[in-house]
């Protein structure tokens, strides 16, 4: 399994398997014994199966959109964003609906082709865990983090813009 990076830069063992979507006509096989991140429209299908279950999250593809699961969203411990390209910047705009609109308050992370010189913004975003693509260095992923010590617009970890905070 990857190792997941927490938004103060620490690096611990991932503990949640990504389900694929399956194929037409197959079924969602979800492993025994784990914790899964299953695709949010099938969660939102099989909603009375899973409802309660701490070993179970979603995850949106970046085409997805979020208000499928309003008014459920704090009943999952995990949510993951994932990013099919890096150039594909569609769950930044998932993520902050995620935190600012709905208010989902539990892990945010993101996943797919995720970059070293991604995770800052990922983080204003509102994101708290990434998992890096595989062949990326994970140890450089704190001082990814925190490279720009001041952001200039609001975002989800600062409500006003740079010139307002001098202002004041």
Known sequence: MPDVISQDGSIRQDDWIVVPRPAEGESLDIPEQSKALIPADLWLAGYEHFTGRDDIGVWFDSHDEPEMLVGKFQELPVIAVNFPKFSDG???SIARLLRERFGYENELRAIGDVLLDQLQF?????????VLRADKDINKAARCLNFFSQGYQAATDTDLPLFRRRAS
Do not use: I, N, P, Q
């Not at 990922?122 to 990434?130: P, Q, T, V």
């Open 90 to 92: 569609r769950g930044y």
């Open 122 to 130: 990922m983080k204003r975003c509102g994101f708290d865990a990434y």
